[in-house]
T-cell receptor, first 114, second 113 residues
């Protein structure tokens, strides 16, 4: 069974600084997708970034980028120039094989200090 | 487009009562999902549907039922509510299978007392 592990329950960063959130996963599939979702206090789940496992190039979306290490099964999220609006719970998620579901980690609560 | 909508936003149920959580999407997505999120945890899949008339169980289906008569709607039915069903429920949809991004509704917070 696929598992997703986020080892940092909480992280904090100063406004305008950079922070990296960690995620590791376990799978026997060769074709899969990885996602980072953001959940602000409103509870809405918002897609931040996605990575296809077959792509070697790391995905980037504005201030958000990932470090995808396929052999190590690691998928970290880097947030540059952190803003107060980035404060939220961040979930790493996996989808692969014939499985339709997303498998989520337990989340990392990010605090941004002014 | 409204995206994925859910009603109600919040509900209190007594033990043994039943209710239906509503979910609708206007993106013509074939795939729809129901997740629950317990405090301090990620989301877990309850049921999913790959098209009208086709549904299947996820990780935690016990105590729930679903139906999908149209592409747009995917209601989740709770029969005989129990305190263990206190959670936040999210509906999601995607155009096709696992490679596609899932879009989430705003969630329904359910409290069973």
């Amino acid at each position: 069974a696929q598992t997703v592990t986020q080892s940092q329950p909480e992280m904090s960063v100063q406004e305008a600084e950079t922070v990296t959130l960690s995620c590791t996963y376990d799978t026997s599939e060769s074709d899969y997708y990885l996602f980072w979702y953001k959940q602000p206090p409103s509870r809405q789940m918002i897609l931040v970034i996605r990575q296809e496992a077959y792509k070697q190039q790391n995905a980037t979306e504005n201030r958000f980028s990932v470090n995808f290490q396929k052999a190590a099964k690691s998928f970290s999220l880097k947030i540059s120039d952190s803003q107060l609006g980035d404060a939220a719970m961040y979930f790493c998620a996996y989808s692969g094989g014939s499985n339709y579901k997303l498998t989520f980690g337990k989340g990392t609560l990010l605090t941004v200090n002014p | 487009n409204a995206g994925v909508t859910q009603t109600p936003k919040f509900r209190i149920l007594k033990i043994g009562q039943s209710m239906t959580l509503q979910c609708a999407q206007d993106m013509n997505h074939n795939y729809m999902y129901w997740y629950r999120q317990d405090p301090g945890m990620g989301l877990k899949l309850i049921y999913y549907s790959v098209g009208a008339g086709i549904t299947d169980k996820g990780e935690v289906p016990n105590g729930y039922n679903v139906s999908r008569s149209t592409t747009e709607y995917f209601p989740l039915r709770l029969e005989l509510a129990a305190p263990s069903q206190t959670s936040v429920y999210f509906c999601a949809s995607s155009y096709s299978q696992n490679r596609e991004t899932q879009y989430f509704g705003p969630g329904t917070r359910l409290l069973v007392l």
